[in-house]
């Protein structure tokens, strides 16, 4: 039976990427929250303006550089937090391809959301874009196991707790809304 390379809908894999950016329009520096990431552009959210379609802004983000932790103990998870990853800043342009939620001219005062592409992305860029995604796609299927397995591994649910936290869930989070949240972003990594 033949398969398709491509049996997802998007052309790019893309991953949970939930950290401020900035960018810039007619000289003025903006910052909005990033919701996901992929090779091929971001969702942002909690946007004040952007730029119009056909025009383009310079775009800033501090991309993480996570290790793959499946073999990690628990205390070397609860060691980890956001300040010690090595970052990589990034420097990229975008125009919007989507608004969400936009219905009227006042809507368009208060977008929130936001599809922008990256324009003219080169090679060592796209790469380190690439790898962030499988990295954490690999990590968030780990989350996923050790939610699935949470009572029948020694340490379970600290180690879901401490594994969510670093990966930006929320650590308070009750673990069956922790098991939707993971399960919608693991699906929305190819398929939505």
Same mark, same amino acid.
């Given at each position: 039976?033949?398969v ?11 991953a949970?990427y939930? %950290? ?15 919701m996901?990431?992929s %090779? ?19 775009l ?13 103990s ?15 800043i990034?420097?990229l342009?975008?125009?919007?391809v989507?608004? %969400? ?13 936001i ?34 397995n ?14 969510? %936290? ?24 190819q398929?939505?």
């Amino acid at each position: 039976m033949f398969v398709s390379e491509r049996d997802y809908q998007r052309k790019h894999l893309r991953a949970p990427y939930k %950290e401020e950016v900035l960018y810039v329009d007619e000289d003025f520096v903006f910052k909005a929250r990033a919701m996901n990431i992929s %090779e091929g552009g971001l969702l942002l959210d909690q946007v004040p303006h952007f730029p119009e379609p056909g025009k383009f802004a310079p775009l800033m983000i501090s991309l993480p550089q996570y290790p793959y932790f499946k073999n990690f103990s628990l205390e070397k998870l609860k060691s980890f937090s956001s300040d010690i990853f090595p970052k990589k800043i990034l420097r990229l342009r975008c125009e919007v391809v989507r608004k %969400e939620g936009v219905k009227s001219k006042l809507d368009q005062i208060f977008t929130s959301r936001i599809g922008a592409r990256f324009v003219q992305v080169d090679a060592k860029t796209k790469k380190t874009i690439s790898e962030y995604v499988d990295v954490f796609a690999s990590n968030l299927i780990y989350l996923q196991v050790l939610i699935d397995n949470i009572s029948s591994e020694e340490q379970g649910l600290e180690k879901v707790r401490a594994l969510s %936290e670093i990966l930006n869930y929320d650590p308070e989070m009750k673990i069956s809304q922790l098991r939707r949240d993971v399960h919608q972003d693991y699906l929305s990594l190819q398929w939505l």
